[in-house]
């Protein structure tokens, strides 16, 4: 991609940042005049510190929720195992092995019948 069409793309996402801005910045103030026109100010300042509050709070627990999951996940290890008679490892816990339990070679996919150099990983205790 050469220089022009990229800068065309940059110009393009920084005027939808713009006019998103806009928008959010011009919503804002109109609600917050409407409210104080009413009298209702204090309702107006509870709703966007609730609005503020509760968005905070998803986005903790989605961080939190996310943060965990790929600290699991990084301390996993990942094992190529090769479709090959004999030379199979398996996994871990033998409840969670592939086929029920079968070694790869006793029962082979189709994936492994129509590609028989197709090599298999293993995450964790799980075998794709």
């Known amino acids: 991609m050469d220089k022009k069409w990229s800068l065309i793309i940059y110009l393009c996402c920084a005027i ?13 103030l109109v609600e917050q005049f409407w409210f104080a026109e ?24 989605s961080f939190v929720f996310l943060w965990i999951n790929y600290r699991v996940v990084d ?22 092995r592939c ?4 070694n790869f070679s006793s029962n082979p996919s189709p994936i492994t019948r129509k590609f028989p150099n197709h090599r298999r990983l293993i995450f ?3 075998c794709c």
């Not at 939808?16 to 804002?28: I, K, P, T």
């Not at 009413?38 to 627990?61: A, T």
């Not at 996993?76 to 199979?88: K, V």
């Open 38 to 61: 009413l009298g209702y100010r204090s309702v107006f300042l509870k709703q966007v510190s609730l609005r503020i509050g509760l968005w905070s709070l998803g986005f903790c627990g």
């Open 124 to 126: 964790g205790d799980y």
């Open 16 to 28: 939808a940042a713009g006019w998103g801005l806009f928008e959010l910045v011009s919503r804002f």
């Open 99 to 102: 086929n029920g339990g079968k």
């Open 75 to 96: 301390r996993q290890e990942w094992q190529i195992i090769p479709d090959q008679s004999g030379a199979i490892a398996k996994p871990m816990c033998p409840a969670l």
